[in-house]
Protein backbone atom coordinates (compact mmCIF):
# COMPACT_ATOMS: atom_id res chain seq x y z
CA UNK A 1 0.00 0.00 0.00
CA UNK A 2 1.52 2.92 -1.19
CA UNK A 3 2.25 6.16 1.50
CA UNK A 4 -0.97 8.35 -0.29
CA UNK A 5 -3.57 5.06 0.30
CA UNK A 6 -2.44 3.95 3.86
CA UNK A 7 -3.01 7.74 4.88
CA UNK A 8 -6.43 7.64 2.84
CA UNK A 9 -7.47 4.57 4.66
CA UNK A 10 -6.54 5.63 8.51
CA UNK A 11 -8.49 8.96 7.83
CA UNK A 12 -11.29 7.14 6.26
CA UNK A 13 -10.96 4.90 9.75
CA UNK A 14 -10.76 7.64 12.06
CA UNK A 15 -13.99 9.57 10.32
CA UNK A 16 -15.98 6.54 10.07
CA UNK A 17 -15.31 5.15 13.79
CA UNK A 18 -14.48 8.03 15.55
CA UNK A 19 -10.98 8.23 17.96
CA UNK A 20 -9.11 5.16 17.37
CA UNK A 21 -6.05 3.80 19.08
CA UNK A 22 -2.88 2.83 17.53
CA UNK A 23 -3.83 -0.67 18.39
CA UNK A 24 -7.26 -0.44 16.30
CA UNK A 25 -5.73 0.90 13.35
CA UNK A 26 -2.88 -1.48 13.37
CA UNK A 27 -5.37 -4.27 13.36
CA UNK A 28 -8.03 -2.70 10.90
CA UNK A 29 -5.12 -1.82 8.01
CA UNK A 30 -2.46 -4.16 9.06
CA UNK A 31 0.03 -1.64 9.09
CA UNK A 32 3.05 -2.08 11.50
CA UNK A 33 2.44 0.52 14.85
CA UNK A 34 5.71 2.20 13.77
CA UNK A 35 4.61 3.04 10.25
CA UNK A 36 0.68 3.77 11.74
CA UNK A 37 2.88 6.46 14.31
CA UNK A 38 4.47 7.83 11.58
CA UNK A 39 1.41 8.48 9.49
CA UNK A 40 -0.43 10.07 12.02
CA UNK A 41 2.20 12.61 12.33
CA UNK A 42 1.73 13.57 8.65
CA UNK A 43 -2.17 13.33 9.00
CA UNK A 44 -2.19 16.07 12.19
CA UNK A 45 0.27 18.57 9.99
CA UNK A 46 -1.66 18.46 7.27
CA UNK A 47 -5.18 19.01 9.27
CA UNK A 48 -6.63 15.57 8.49
CA UNK A 49 -6.91 14.37 11.98
CA UNK A 50 -5.88 15.38 15.16
CA UNK A 51 -3.42 13.04 16.99
CA UNK A 52 -3.80 12.23 20.93
CA UNK A 53 -1.85 10.21 23.22
CA UNK A 54 -1.97 6.35 21.86
CA UNK A 55 -4.32 7.18 18.84
CA UNK A 56 -6.60 9.47 16.91
CA UNK A 57 -9.69 11.32 16.31
CA UNK A 58 -11.52 13.33 13.47
CA UNK A 59 -10.51 16.76 13.31
CA UNK A 60 -13.65 19.45 14.38
CA UNK A 61 -13.99 23.19 14.26
CA UNK A 62 -12.61 23.33 17.33
CA UNK A 63 -9.13 22.29 16.15
CA UNK A 64 -7.02 24.96 14.54
CA UNK A 65 -3.49 25.06 14.88
CA UNK A 66 -3.06 28.53 13.46
CA UNK A 67 -5.40 30.00 15.91
CA UNK A 68 -3.73 28.24 18.99
CA UNK A 69 -0.38 29.57 17.88
CA UNK A 70 -1.46 32.98 16.90
CA UNK A 71 -2.31 34.24 20.17
CA UNK A 72 0.98 33.17 22.40
CA UNK A 73 3.42 35.32 22.73
CA UNK A 74 1.19 37.98 20.82
CA UNK A 75 2.74 41.57 22.15
CA UNK A 76 5.94 40.58 21.19
CA UNK A 77 5.35 39.15 17.80
CA UNK A 78 3.30 42.45 17.10
CA UNK A 79 6.68 44.48 17.91
CA UNK A 80 8.70 41.66 16.26
CA UNK A 81 6.30 41.94 12.81
CA UNK A 82 6.25 45.72 12.81
CA UNK A 83 10.10 46.13 13.20
CA UNK A 84 10.04 43.59 9.83
CA UNK A 85 7.94 45.62 8.17
CA UNK A 86 9.92 48.64 8.59
CA UNK A 87 13.16 47.21 7.32
CA UNK A 88 11.25 47.31 4.19
CA UNK A 89 11.99 49.92 1.69
CA UNK A 90 9.29 50.84 -1.19
CA UNK A 91 9.56 49.04 -4.77
CA UNK A 92 11.19 46.16 -2.95
CA UNK A 93 9.67 42.20 -3.60
CA UNK A 94 9.63 40.39 -0.49
CA UNK A 95 8.57 37.33 0.51
CA UNK A 96 7.03 36.26 3.46
CA UNK A 97 7.18 32.42 4.85
CA UNK A 98 4.27 31.10 7.30
CA UNK A 99 4.08 31.31 10.82
CA UNK A 100 1.91 33.74 12.78
CA UNK A 101 4.59 36.51 13.11
CA UNK A 102 5.39 36.46 9.89
CA UNK A 103 1.43 36.47 9.03
CA UNK A 104 1.79 39.56 11.29
CA UNK A 105 3.65 41.52 9.50
CA UNK A 106 1.45 41.32 6.24
CA UNK A 107 -0.76 44.24 8.51
CA UNK A 108 2.00 46.55 8.59
CA UNK A 109 2.12 46.25 4.35
CA UNK A 110 -1.43 47.84 3.65
CA UNK A 111 -0.96 50.62 0.91
CA UNK A 112 2.33 50.23 0.48
CA UNK A 113 4.12 49.82 -2.93
CA UNK A 114 5.93 46.21 -2.34
CA UNK A 115 5.55 43.23 -4.45
CA UNK A 116 4.91 40.47 -1.68
CA UNK A 117 5.21 36.77 -2.73
CA UNK A 118 3.97 34.09 -0.19
CA UNK A 119 2.84 30.72 0.51
CA UNK A 120 1.04 32.05 4.09
CA UNK A 121 -2.36 32.07 3.28
CA UNK A 122 -2.89 34.55 6.44
CA UNK A 123 -1.18 36.81 4.40
CA UNK A 124 -3.35 36.28 1.51
CA UNK A 125 -6.30 36.94 3.23
CA UNK A 126 -4.99 40.34 4.95
CA UNK A 127 -3.61 41.69 1.49
CA UNK A 128 -5.93 39.81 -1.35
CA UNK A 129 -8.21 43.41 -1.66
CA UNK A 130 -5.09 46.18 -1.08
CA UNK A 131 -5.11 48.03 -4.52
CA UNK A 132 -1.34 49.04 -3.90
CA UNK A 133 0.00 45.71 -2.92
CA UNK A 134 1.29 43.51 -5.84
CA UNK A 135 0.27 40.12 -4.40
CA UNK A 136 1.74 36.88 -5.91
CA UNK A 137 0.26 33.33 -3.97
CA UNK A 138 3.17 30.77 -4.74
CA UNK A 139 1.12 26.92 -5.53
CA UNK A 140 0.81 23.81 -3.57
CA UNK A 141 -0.59 21.77 -1.36
CA UNK A 142 -3.08 23.41 1.11
CA UNK A 143 -2.27 22.41 4.85
CA UNK A 144 -5.41 23.84 6.07
CA UNK A 145 -3.69 23.60 10.06
CA UNK A 146 -1.15 25.83 9.21
CA UNK A 147 -2.27 28.17 6.08
CA UNK A 148 0.14 27.13 4.47
CA UNK A 149 1.50 25.91 0.68
CA UNK A 150 3.65 23.09 0.68
CA UNK A 151 5.19 20.63 -1.90
CA UNK A 152 6.85 20.49 -5.26
CA UNK A 153 4.75 22.89 -7.32
CA UNK A 154 5.61 25.67 -4.50
CA UNK A 155 9.51 25.17 -4.41
CA UNK A 156 9.18 24.71 -8.35
CA UNK A 157 7.67 28.31 -7.99
CA UNK A 158 10.38 29.55 -6.15
CA UNK A 159 12.80 28.59 -8.61
CA UNK A 160 11.03 30.78 -10.92
CA UNK A 161 11.45 33.67 -8.76
CA UNK A 162 14.05 36.16 -7.14
CA UNK A 163 12.97 38.90 -4.32
CA UNK A 164 14.76 41.51 -2.36
CA UNK A 165 13.86 40.16 0.78
CA UNK A 166 13.00 36.87 2.66
CA UNK A 167 11.22 37.29 5.89
CA UNK A 168 11.57 33.94 7.15
CA UNK A 169 9.51 32.50 10.28
CA UNK A 170 11.11 29.55 12.44
CA UNK A 171 10.35 26.41 15.01
CA UNK A 172 13.65 27.12 16.76
CA UNK A 173 17.10 28.41 17.02
CA UNK A 174 19.71 26.06 18.38
CA UNK A 175 22.78 27.70 20.00
CA UNK A 176 24.74 26.88 16.91
CA UNK A 177 22.81 29.34 15.33
CA UNK A 178 20.83 27.14 13.23
CA UNK A 179 17.10 27.80 12.38
CA UNK A 180 15.04 24.07 12.69
CA UNK A 181 11.79 23.44 12.07
CA UNK A 182 9.08 20.85 13.90
CA UNK A 183 7.83 19.20 10.21
CA UNK A 184 9.75 18.05 7.94
CA UNK A 185 8.39 18.97 4.72
CA UNK A 186 8.50 22.45 5.30
CA UNK A 187 11.98 22.19 5.31
CA UNK A 188 12.67 21.59 1.30
CA UNK A 189 10.47 24.91 0.59
CA UNK A 190 11.77 27.15 3.38
CA UNK A 191 15.29 26.22 1.78
CA UNK A 192 13.92 27.33 -1.36
CA UNK A 193 12.67 30.48 -0.26
CA UNK A 194 15.95 30.93 1.41
CA UNK A 195 17.48 30.28 -2.35
CA UNK A 196 15.73 33.17 -3.74
CA UNK A 197 16.21 35.84 -1.94
CA UNK A 198 19.02 38.25 -2.01
CA UNK A 199 18.56 39.04 1.98
CA UNK A 200 17.19 36.54 4.51
CA UNK A 201 15.70 38.11 7.70
CA UNK A 202 14.43 35.95 10.46
CA UNK A 203 12.07 36.45 12.89
CA UNK A 204 11.61 35.03 16.13
CA UNK A 205 10.41 35.27 19.45
CA UNK A 206 12.09 34.27 22.90
CA UNK A 207 10.13 31.48 22.85
CA UNK A 208 12.59 29.97 19.70
CA UNK A 209 15.62 29.98 22.17
CA UNK A 210 15.94 27.36 21.63
CA UNK A 211 12.15 26.56 20.58
CA UNK A 212 11.44 23.04 19.71
CA UNK A 213 11.99 21.28 15.98
CA UNK A 214 14.59 18.66 15.13
CA UNK A 215 14.78 19.19 10.83
CA UNK A 216 17.50 21.60 9.85
CA UNK A 217 16.15 24.38 8.03
CA UNK A 218 19.62 26.50 7.54
CA UNK A 219 22.74 26.96 9.19
CA UNK A 220 23.68 30.60 10.79
CA UNK A 221 25.33 31.25 7.53
CA UNK A 222 21.86 31.56 5.30
CA UNK A 223 20.81 34.43 7.19
CA UNK A 224 21.99 37.98 8.05
CA UNK A 225 19.82 39.46 10.16
CA UNK A 226 17.53 38.55 13.20
CA UNK A 227 14.73 40.44 14.67
CA UNK A 228 13.47 39.13 17.86
CA UNK A 229 12.14 40.33 21.20
CA UNK A 230 15.06 39.39 23.86
CA UNK A 231 18.98 39.16 23.87
CA UNK A 232 19.85 35.44 23.03
CA UNK A 233 21.86 33.73 25.45
CA UNK A 234 25.46 34.23 25.34
CA UNK A 235 26.61 31.17 24.00
CA UNK A 236 23.94 31.61 20.46
CA UNK A 237 24.92 35.88 21.05
CA UNK A 238 28.80 34.85 20.27
CA UNK A 239 27.74 32.24 17.28
CA UNK A 240 25.83 35.10 16.02
CA UNK A 241 28.39 37.63 16.31
CA UNK A 242 30.96 35.66 14.73
CA UNK A 243 28.74 34.91 11.39
CA UNK A 244 28.28 38.76 10.78
CA UNK A 245 23.96 38.17 11.89
CA UNK A 246 22.61 41.67 13.07
CA UNK A 247 20.36 41.44 15.88
CA UNK A 248 17.89 43.83 16.30
CA UNK A 249 15.72 44.21 19.28
CA UNK A 250 11.77 44.86 18.92
CA UNK A 251 10.27 46.71 21.96
CA UNK A 252 6.90 45.37 23.13
CA UNK A 253 4.49 47.75 24.00
CA UNK A 254 5.51 51.25 22.37
CA UNK A 255 2.56 50.98 19.76
CA UNK A 256 -1.32 50.14 19.78
CA UNK A 257 -1.82 47.27 16.91
CA UNK A 258 -3.53 48.67 13.78
Same mark, same amino acid.
Given at each position: ?5 R ?36 ? =? ?6 R ?11 ? =? ?9 A??KE??? &??A???? &? ?18 Y???R ?61 ? &? ?5 D ?8 ? &? ?9 V????A ?24 H ?11 A ?7 RT ?6
Amino acid at each position: MHAKERRDAIVEVVRLQGPATVSELVERLGLSEATIRRDLVKL =DDAGLLKRVHGGARPVDVRD =DVYADLVDRQAAPKEEIA &RAAAGRL &RDGQSVLLDIGTTVGRVARYLHGRPLTVITRNLAVYTELCEDPVVDLVLLGGQVRPAHRSLVGYLTEESLRQLRADVLLLGTSGIR &RSGHSVDTVADEVPVK &RAMISAADEVVLLADASKFPGSGTATVCDVGAYRHLITDVHPDAETSSVLEHAGVGVELARTGAHPAP
